[in-house]
């Protein structure tokens, strides 16, 4: 069974970075595209960023230049850096696995002065 923990979501203040992590288990990991999504308050879920089993990648035109995803197939994990944050960053991230449809719970990201 897939399961998807995230972490490293918090306040910070506008211009700040925080690096969000997504541990995987139940799965080979290696094997599988990843992505990270964000939903806030009154918004519909969006895609911020994706990669694949071969480290291409693809963003959001909003976060491109300031966010990066990376992944560690050793450490079964995908992390989203996120740096320059702004107000309009605030929201729940989420770590998914498409090829499953598989989501973690979710991580807060308030940015806030």
């Known amino acids: 069974q897939v399961q998807l923990v995230e972490s490293g979501g918090g306040l910070v203040q506008p211009g700040g970075s925080l690096r969000l992590s997504c541990a995987a288990s139940?799965?080979?990991?290696?094997?599988?595209?990843m992505r990270w999504y964000r939903q806030a308050p009154g918004k519909q879920r969006e895609l911020v960023a994706a990669?694949?089993?071969?480290?291409?990648?693809n963003y959001a035109d909003s976060v491109k230049g300031r966010f990066t995803i990376s992944r560690d197939n050793g450490k079964r994990t995908v992390y989203l850096q996120m740096n320059s944050l702004k107000s309009d960053d605030t929201a729940v991230y989420y770590c998914?696995?498409?090829?499953?449809?598989?989501w973690g719970q979710g991580t807060q990201v308030t940015v806030s002065s």
């Open positions: 139940g799965i080979i990991f290696g094997l599988y595209n």
């Open positions: 990669i694949t089993t071969t480290g291409s990648t």
């Open positions: 998914n696995l498409p090829r499953m449809d598989s």
